[in-house]
């Protein structure tokens, strides 16, 4: 299938846009100017409210998993949609007593040896009282999910005292295979210490030697008071991992913006090991704050972009998909919207190309994505 990439330099052009836009139903927006700019291109719509989306593509349909109430199951044969809602990963409030047991968040779904794995995340706002758990189940349509609990703790909780869970902050997992060994790699953390990673047992429901895990720290900011990254993901490409995360206030935008460019943006490095270092485009240690910022608010259409997730493409295509605030629908939480991108590679770093309109583009007129997810293509 040929799918031609059209790339469009475009000025660094940063103008002031009024976030209250004239449109009765969204009354209550915050009346606040912040900046945009048009070096990113626009969207193309997922056409599913989300946040913290997680994407799987399997048996030749996309399976989209997301926060919510036992954790929402999504399928369609195409990710602009139409998106039917098959049901839910728990049957009931996590066995983990810690949290938001019926709410969790920024779930992340795997399949390996005829089983799906979903990494999920128990917490609350601020808090380091945090635990990832996992479910897994052999059929992903209607059959239901074992409830396995915590893999790690942090603050409270059994194994909360073993470095570095005492320091750091279990949510936002997400899974990596090693291409040589094939060891699974869970990474995790918020704020705190930063972003973190630990090897993951065989049956990848615990973390290997579980008393003194393999730990390694990926990103952090160390001379900034407040350290607002999270929810990690790694792809690999051509001899290089990459180290992907959300960057900036991710949310809660009806209680104020902040400063411009402080909002969530999509940032990178890269590293020839799953284990680090990782370093930015100017070759900054992604340990000492680096970052290079891949996708952030643009177009006066798109805010405070984050919660990502890259798909493989069979073709040599990458997608970057995330969740975003589309400003012609609102800055609530529930209000945020599924875009995505295909990437394109310069110099061997990932730039996003494409996008239509999302507030005019339907999915009838996307067409299909030939890609599919890391966890098929190691584990098939």
Known sequence: MHLPILLSVISAITVPLVSALPSPAQSDRPSQIYKTTNNYPLPNP????????????????????KGGIHVPIYKSANITGPWTELGTVLDSDSVIHQGNRSRPWAPTTIHKNGLFYCYYTLSAQGSRNSSIGVATTP???????????????????PGSDVYPYT???????????????????????????????????????????????????????????????????????????????????????????????????I??????????????????????????????????????PGGLGVLNGSEGLDVLYYHYLNTSVGFKNGQAQLGWNYLDYEDGWPVPVGG?????????????????????????
């Not at 953390?189 to 630990?198: A, L, T």
């Not at 008393?211 to 990103?219: I, M, R, S, T």
């Not at 090991?273 to 070759?283: E, I, L, Q, W």
């Open 139 to 157: 059929v992903i349509d209607g059959t239901p999910w074992t409830d396995h609990g915590a893999v790690i703790n942090t603050g409270t909780g």
């Open 167 to 265: 320091v750091t902050n279990a949510i936002d997992a997400s899974v990596v295979f090693d291409e040589d060994s094939g060891q699974a790699y869970l990474n995790y953390g918020s704020f705190w210490q930063g972003i973190w990673q630990v090897p993951l047992a065989d049956e990848m429901v615990s973390v290997e030697d579980a008393g003194k895990p393999d730990a390694v720290q990926l990103a952090f900011i160390p001379k900034e008071k407040r350290k607002p990254i999270e929810g990690a993901w790694m792809s690999y490409r051509s001899g290089f991992y990459y180290l992907w995360f959300s960057h900036g206030k991710c949310c809660h935008f009806q209680k104020g913006f902040p400063a411009p460019g402080k909002e969530y943006s």
């Open 356 to 380: 239509q309109d999302p507030t005019t583009t339907s999915a009838a007129s996307t067409h299909a994505l030939p890609v599919r997810s890391y966890s098929t293509i190691f584990f098939g």
């Open 46 to 65: 997922g056409n599913l409210p989300v946040h913290d989306p997680n994407i799987l593509y399997h048996d030749s349909n996309y399976y989209l998993f």
């Open 267 to 304: 940032r990178v490095g890269r590293s020839k090991s799953v284990r680090g270092p990782f370093v930015d485009r100017k070759g900054t240690s992604l340990i000492d704050g680096g970052g290079t910022v891949v996708y952030g608010s643009n177009h006066g259409v798109v805010y405070a």
